[in-house]
């Protein structure tokens, strides 16, 4: 009997924990597995009867590095603690934790529940100072092992790596040929992959290239790992996650890379620590060795995959992104002088038909009252148009031939995709239709699924025939020669081109950014004033200075001019013989249209001008007014009883009115004795 083991401990549970790191080691290293279960046969020697032995083994298979993925362990540590385990027992102390801190925790919680620890070393008490420090040691020597073996394989990866030796998974369309990567001597999966490729040259996008492969009935293969299918091709449909991972893989440029990626360790929200990996930037790969392998594209091509995709992120600050449809041919290539943001599009007016560049985003984070910049995208769009069919010279016969060579090119490869699609289904026919004949006819069973895959692979082959026949007729481009001379004709005159109703805005928009990297714009001295700063991709600057049309208010705004010329009228001309003189002299409205009286009158109401003075010893129907102190109702009775004597040059001219002292008396007295009038002070003391 060992002294360390009291009856208190034979009267709880002995729990026998299993654990192995991997599930290799599970299935191919089961001598380990067999010598933790004889555990119990050392429980039941040291005085344990079989039920009170428990068996902890749903950890076999993971990792002892946290507990938070172990659930047997997280069983033992609760049970530990409620006291109703009397001894763990355990192939290696090593094998409860690889963590100091669930390796400790575990120690101090037998310490104070009792429990003891047995391996095939010994009993430890944990409670007993010399045993305590004997397990902590312990785990401290297995966490220094696992450094030391994590540090020897890493360096000899690192190591293999850096002779471009190491191997990794392989990318769809590359394949190991004994120690040389080469490319997929499948014909089909090398025209999928080039055909991506070149999508992507012509379409400028990754989503561009998803709906050409969807419109052109294309599929892509991928290359499956595990399972019944290890190793084969399984062809479907291209993803956008499928071409931005081939465009981001530098081993389709011929480049051994290791250390695209590194694991980091994170803290969950429920307090577990998880591993992930994240995608490095180009600078932090390890290991780089171009020329490495046969590619699909060189270095300099992928390199600019990289920034096309970089530059059509619509969530940067400075970047273009890819051209759009829409009415703004700048958007995206603006740039704000004051901040340094790209300037955003925002749409105004009647059905949104007035956009107007904008830049609003120290006004959206509350770092300023107002956007920085506000102008109407006409007038930019305008100038940079005059200035573009300026700056390009026609474009060289050699050109439109070279163009017209490569688009019939890139028509012919995408049918030999489809021809080579089916002269794929075709050898799949003829391989189900040899199994058909070389099955005895007597075995019904085998005979019959075998004709029935014979059937279903010539139906396969019959469908995609009636494809590419509907493909050639529908998408493949026939150019006759009229067709020829017309596209060349129009390639040697860029403005026709550039203001032909079948080129598109999105169209004009890449054609720009092929020439302009981007434009600064910044507000001249004068409020209408903007200056353009471009920066063409050639690396060449220049600066255009534009004054933006008023806006509605200030257009329809007579100038300081006419109405001084009304104003100098006025003082003996009236309102219908300022119309006839204006007109004589050949002005016009603010908006163009002819002159009216109306007009006339409002502009002498708007600026204050006064009608010409009557002629002499006559008063006009306000002099009259404010000589009585009545209102003007009362001044046009007077004229309609004939009480007072009025002339009119013409209809509906002013009037004249004479008054001589008869008639004043007259009208006085009339005021005073009237019980509807209340003439003022002055009125009776005149």
């Keep these: 009997m060992i002294p360390k083991i009291a009856d208190r401990h034979l009267s709880r549970q002995a729990c ?55 659930t047997d362990f997280k069983t033992l540590v609760g049970d530990v603690a409620m006291g109703h385990v009397g001894a763990i027992f355990s192939l290696e102390a090593s094998r409860l934790a690889r963590s100091n801190q669930d390796w400790h925790r575990l120690l101090e919680l037998c310490a104070i529940t009792g429990t003891v620890v047995i391996d095939e070393d010994g009993v430890y008490d944990p409670a007993d100072f010399n045993d305590g420090l004997v397990l902590g040691m312990k785990g401290t020597f297995a966490q220094a092992e696992l450094h030391i073996i994590r540090a020897r394989l890493h360096g000899g990866k690192l190591n293999k790596a850096s002779r471009g030796d190491l191997r990794f998974a392989l990318p769809v369309g590359l394949i190991f040929d004994e120690d040389k990567i080469v490319l997929d001597p499948d014909q089909e999966v090398q025209g999928a992959v080039r055909t991506v490729f070149e999508l992507f040259a012509r379409e400028g996008t990754a989503f561009g290239v998803v709906q050409r492969f969807q419109e052109l009935g294309l599929r892509f293969p991928r290359r499956a790992y595990g399972g019944a299918w290890n190793g084969k091709l399984i062809w479907g449909r291209l993803t956008h996650s499928r071409v931005l991972g081939i465009l981001a893989n530098p081993s389709y440029a011929g480049t051994y890379v290791f250390g695209r990626y590194q694991s980091s360790k994170q803290v969950g ?49 400075r970047l273009a992104g890819p051209a759009r449809e829409g009415l703004c041919l700048l958007q995206g290539l603006l740039v704000c002088g004051v901040c340094g943001r790209r300037l955003g599009v925002r749409y105004t007016g009647n059905g949104g038909i007035y956009p107007i ?16 910049l506000s102008v109407p995208a006409a007038p930019l769009d305008q100038s940079i148009t005059k200035r573009l069919v300026g700056a390009i010279t026609p474009v060289t016969i050699e050109l439109a031939l070279a163009a017209l060579t490569s688009l019939e090119q890139r028509d012919h490869e995408i049918g030999a995709q489809w021809r080579m699609r089916i002269e794929r289904a075709r050898y799949e026919a003829d391989l189900a239709e040899r199994r058909y004949e070389a099955v005895d006819p007597a075995n019904r069973l085998i005979a019959a699924t075998l004709e029935q895959r014979w059937n279903d692979a010539i139906q396969r082959l019959q469908d995609l025939e009636a494809e590419l026949a509907a493909f050639e007729r529908q998408t493949m481009r026939a150019v006759t020669a009229e067709q020829k001379r017309q596209i060349l004709q129009l390639a040697g005159d860029f403005p026709k081109l550039w203001a032909a109703s079948t080129t598109t805005e999105r169209d004009r928009k890449r054609i720009l950014r092929l020439l302009v990297r981007d434009i600064t714009v910044t507000r001249g001295p004068e409020p209408k004033a903007v200056k353009l700063h471009v920066c063409w991709q050639g690396g060449a600057t220049e600066t255009l200075e534009l004054r933006l049309p008023p806006n509605r208010a200030e257009a329809v705004r007579y100038p300081e001019a006419f109405v001084t010329r009304i ?27 002819s002159l009216t009286l109306s007009m006339i009158k409002w502009l002498r109401y708007k ?75 002055q009125t009776h003391a005149a």
């Design 16 to 70: 026998i924990y299993i654990r192995q790191s991997t599930l290799a080691q599970v299935r191919f290293n089961q001598e380990s597995t067999d010598r933790q279960y004889n555990l119990m046969n050392k429980a039941r020697s040291l005085g344990w009867s079989q039920e009170q032995i428990r068996v902890l083994d749903r950890d076999l298979g993971k990792s002892g590095a946290a507990a938070s993925t172990r």
């Design 269 to 317: 929200p429920s307090g577990e620590i998880s591993t992930r990996s994240r995608p490095m930037p180009q600078e932090a790969w390890r290991v780089t060795i171009r020329d490495h392998h046969e590619g699909y594209i060189n270095w300099d091509q992928f390199a600019a995959n990289r920034r096309r995709l970089a530059s059509n992120r619509t969530n940067g600050e």
């Design 357 to 372: 560049y904008q830049c609003v985003w120290r006004h959206r984070e509350a770092l300023a009252p107002q956007a920085c």
């Design 567 to 593: 104003r100098e009228l006025a003082i003996s001309h009236h309102d219908d013989d300022i119309m006839r003189l204006l007109h004589a002299e050949g002005h016009r409205s603010s908006t163009g249209k």
């Design 607 to 681: 600026h204050r001008i006064p009608a010409p003075q009557p002629p002499d010893n006559t008063l006009n129907v306000r002099q009259v007014r404010d000589k009585y102190g009545v209102s003007l109702w009362v001044v046009h009775y007077w004229i309609d009883r004939s009480l007072v004597v009025a002339h009119q040059r013409k209809p509906n001219a002013p009037y004249a009115i004479s008054i001589d002292d008869k008639s004043d008396q007259f009208l006085r007295t009339w005021v005073a004795s009237s019980v509807h009038l209340h003439p003022s002070p």
